[in-house]
C-alpha cells in the first residue's frame, strides 16, 4: 500500500509531515494555532481552521474525520476549548474524541489536534 507524505519539513525543524494519507485514510498531527492570539478560544478557532484546510488539501474534509486527540495545556481552558469545537464540528458526524491536558513544545501554545479522517 503506498504512502503519501506531503509537507515534509526540514532541518533545523524537527522532520516530520504535515499529512499522510495511506489506505484511504489522512492523518495530521501536531495542528496547533499560527499567532493566533494568547487565549484558548482563538487558538482552537485558528488550529480548527488549520485542520479543515489541511483536509481539504488532500481530498477530504470534516465530515470525514473518524478520530481526533486534543491536548490543551489547563484543564481550566476546557469548556471555552469545548464551546469553539462545538461550533466546529459537524454535530451529526462527531468524530470519537479524546482530550488530555499536556504540556506542548511550542511556547504559547495552548491546544494542539492530531486528526485522522477518511480520504
Same mark, same amino acid.
Given at each position: 500500500? &503506498? @504512502?503519501?507524505? /506531503?509537507?515534509?519539513?526540514? &532541518?533545523?525543524? &524537527? /522532520?516530520?509531515?504535515? *499529512?499522510?494519507?495511506?489506505?484511504?485514510?489522512?492523518? %495530521?498531527?501536531? #495542528?496547533? *494555532?499560527?499567532?493566533?492570539?494568547?487565549? @484558548?478560544?482563538?487558538?482552537?478557532?485558528? *488550529? =480548527?481552521?488549520?485542520?479543515?484546510?489541511?483536509?481539504?488539501?488532500?481530498?477530504?474534509?470534516?465530515?470525514? #474525520? %473518524?478520530?481526533?486527540?486534543?491536548? @490543551?495545556?489547563?484543564?481550566?481552558?476546557? *469548556?471555552?476549548?469545548?464551546?469553539?469545537?462545538?461550533?466546529?464540528?459537524?454535530?451529526?458526524? &462527531?468524530? =470519537?474524541?479524546?482530550?488530555?491536558?499536556?504540556?506542548?513544545?511550542?511556547?504559547?501554545? =495552548?491546544?494542539?489536534?492530531?486528526?485522522?479522517? =477518511?480520504?
Amino acid at each position: 500500500m &503506498p @504512502i503519501e507524505r /506531503i509537507g515534509i519539513t526540514e &532541518p533545523p525543524a &524537527p /522532520i516530520s509531515s504535515r *499529512a499522510v494519507v495511506c489506505g484511504g485514510k489522512v492523518y %495530521l498531527g501536531g #495542528i496547533r *494555532a499560527a499567532d493566533a492570539g494568547p487565549d @484558548i478560544v482563538s487558538q482552537t478557532r485558528a *488550529a =480548527l481552521k488549520r485542520v479543515e484546510n489541511g483536509l481539504l488539501e488532500v481530498g477530504s474534509n470534516k465530515h470525514s #474525520i %473518524l478520530t481526533v486527540q486534543i491536548w @490543551i495545556t489547563d484543564m481550566s481552558d476546557f *469548556a471555552d476549548m469545548n464551546a469553539v469545537w462545538n461550533e466546529w464540528v459537524v454535530a451529526e458526524q &462527531p468524530p =470519537l474524541r479524546a482530550c488530555v491536558r499536556g504540556e506542548l513544545c511550542e511556547a504559547g501554545a =495552548l491546544v494542539e489536534f492530531v486528526v485522522v479522517a =477518511l480520504r
